[in-house]
Each structure stands twice: as structure tokens, then as C-alpha cells.
């Protein structure tokens, strides 16, 4: 995104963004359940063609449905238990915002999609092992630091 926080340049930004700018429009979040399985804590993944996702918002808000087909150019989704008829009676998918809707199974058939995740539950791993080793030595130092100060207004008092 730009930096601006007017309303105005941000809607002339998405307007106009390059397709792979779009990529990132088509983001939403992940259940937590399955976030808890899969180990990571990233919050949001793309989109993609075979998850599973949930309605959040608006008048099919709870249906549930395996994504269809993802567009980048309108940032819309369709999802194959959404289906509406025209007048002549031809049935169509009712596309939905990405915004609107969060992934309750991810579609891991894509090799780079997977080797992304593991990256990402990797990272987390690894990163949940310094924060540990950071911790303990901080909240030492921390003791220290206030034992230290008792120490110091115990000794004011007595100087008075």
C-alpha cells in the first residue's frame, strides 16, 4: 500500500495497482484451529483455487464452500455453494469480497504454497527457541535492577 492515509490517493492506489500489487488484496485470514495445526503464526495467507472457506459477512454470512476461482483484477472470489439464477434461469457463482471471508482448510496441492508454510512454521520454531533463551536473561536483569533500587531507598531513608 502507500503510505498516505487519504482515503482518495488510497482508492486511486487500488485502482490502479499492477496485478501483482493485486496479489496482496486477496489476502484473508486463517482459522485459528487450523492454525494452531499447522504451527504458524501468521495471520493471513492468500487466497487460493480448492480451500475451503467461511463466510464472515453479509447475507450468506456461515456458508461454507471449496473457492472456485480467485480474481485479482476485482479482488472477488467464487465459491462453488454460492450460486444465484438469472431470469432465464441459467445458474452463475455470486462472487464475494476476499475481505469477507477467512480459510477453514488451505489447498496444500501446490509444492511452493507448502514449502512456504514449513518455511514460515520453521521461522516460528525458531524464533519461539531465542525468545526463551532472551527471556530468562532478561527478567534476571530486571531482578537485579530492582533489587538494586530497594537497596538504594532503603539507604536514603537511613541517610535522613
Not at 488484496?25 to 483455487?49: C, T, Y
Not at 472470489?77 to 482448510?105: H, M, Q, R, W
Amino acid at each position: 500500500m502507500i503510505k498516505s492515509s487519504k482515503p482518495r490517493k488510497q482508492r486511486f492506489f487500488r485502482y490502479n495497482a499492477p496485478m501483482h500489487a493485486r496479489q496482496h488484496f486477496v489476502h484473508s485470514h486463517i482459522d485459528k484451529a487450523l492454525r494452531a495445526k499447522l504451527g504458524i503464526k501468521r495471520r493471513s495467507v492468500q487466497i487460493s483455487k480448492g480451500d475451503t472457506v467461511k463466510i464472515m459477512a453479509g447475507s450468506k454470512k456461515g456458508t461454507t464452500g471449496k473457492v472456485i476461482r480467485v480474481s485479482l483484477r476485482t479482488g472477488r472470489i467464487s465459491i462453488d455453494s454460492l450460486v444465484k439464477k438469472t431470469a432465464k434461469g441459467k445458474e452463475f457463482n455470486v462472487p464475494v469480497s476476499a475481505s469477507c471471508v477467512y480459510i477453514t482448510e488451505l489447498n496444500l496441492s501446490d509444492k511452493l504454497r507448502a514449502a512456504k508454510l514449513k518455511l514460515a512454521q520453521q521461522k516460528q520454531q525458531q524464533a519461539v527457541r531465542t525468545a526463551n533463551i532472551g527471556a530468562s536473561a532478561i527478567v534476571d536483569t530486571n531482578i537485579d535492577v530492582k533489587e538494586k533500587k530497594a537497596e538504594h531507598a532503603v539507604a536514603q531513608v537511613h541517610n535522613k
